[in-house]
């Protein structure tokens, strides 16, 4: 699809009431806002698990007023849908242990080209019992301690401050406003000095003027 139908498709389905569905390739993974749906069908599993991050961010995001479900379609008894599927359970447990907060950090939690590995060596040696068991064991060890160090490292704040260090920063910045170079004192700095050295200029309106001429030593 060309842009502008890309857009029409966007507009009829956050606009018209009648638009159910909206198919998308990745291309709708990031970048567009359509909370107007709370449900996500992921029909194909990109390398890097930080799409799907990305991709549910597309409905659960600001302005969502319902609770989002998300589906991940794996091709059943294929080696690298069987290692796909120990992620996902894996993920889904951390997420009721972290409290739905594991997408937050996914992306960190489990590197694209890592998995992507994972997945051509589940595709060339699968059927291989100690390939399978160490695939396995690697999808496992991303235990929930590393996974609350990353939320943690995402945390907008991590402690919060009492009334007396709130007044303390409050002081602090009006000090630091009080000390700042003023808009005015850099004006009359300017059109004082601009004068001396013979340039001309003439107020048009309040904090507007025109310059008529400028000295060659500043031109220069």
């Known amino acids: 699809?060309?842009?502008?139908?890309?857009?029409?498709?966007?507009?009829a389905f956050t606009q018209d009431i009648e638009v159910q569905v909206l198919i998308a390739t990745d291309a709708a993974?990031?970048?567009?806002?359509?909370?107007?749906?709370?449900?996500?069908?992921?029909?194909?599993?990109p390398w890097n698990p930080n799409r799907l991050e990305q991709r549910f961010g597309r409905i659960h995001r600001i302005g969502q007023t319902e609770v989002c479900h998300l589906w991940n379609l794996v091709a059943k008894g294929t080696r690298e849908g069987d290692v796909y599927l120990a992620?996902?359970?894996?993920?889904?447990?951390?997420?009721?242990?972290?409290?739905?907060?594991?997408?937050?950090?996914?992306?960190?939690?489990?590197?694209?080209?890592?998995?992507?590995?994972?997945?051509?060596?589940?595709?060339?040696?699968?059927?291989?019992?100690?390939?399978?068991?160490?695939?396995?064991?690697?999808?496992?060890?991303?235990?929930?301690?590393?996974?609350?160090?990353?939320?943690?490292?995402?945390?907008?704040?991590?402690?919060?401050?009492?009334?007396?260090?709130?007044?303390?920063?409050?002081?602090?910045?009006?000090?630091?406003?009080?000390?700042?170079?003023q808009p005015h004192f850099i004006a009359f700095f300017f059109l004082e000095a601009f004068t001396q050295l013979g340039g001309t200029l003439r107020q048009r309106e309040p904090q507007r003027y025109e310059i008529s001429h400028v000295p060659a030593v500043i031109r220069n």
């Open 1 to 11: 699809m060309g842009r502008e139908e890309r857009r029409k498709g966007q507009e």
């Open 29 to 45: 993974g990031e970048g567009i806002n359509l909370q107007r749906a709370h449900l996500m069908v992921n029909y194909d599993l």
């Open 87 to 181: 992620l996902l359970k894996k993920i889904e447990a951390e997420q009721k242990a972290l409290e739905g907060k594991v997408f937050d950090v996914l992306g960190k939690a489990i590197a694209g080209t890592e998995l992507r590995e994972l997945l051509i060596e589940a595709i060339r040696y699968g059927d291989q019992p100690e390939v399978r068991d160490r695939l396995n064991q690697v999808v496992h060890d991303k235990d929930q301690q590393r996974l609350r160090e990353l939320l943690e490292e995402r945390a907008l704040a991590r402690d919060s401050m009492d009334i007396a260090k709130v007044q303390q920063i409050r002081e602090e910045m009006e000090r630091a406003e009080a000390r700042r170079l």
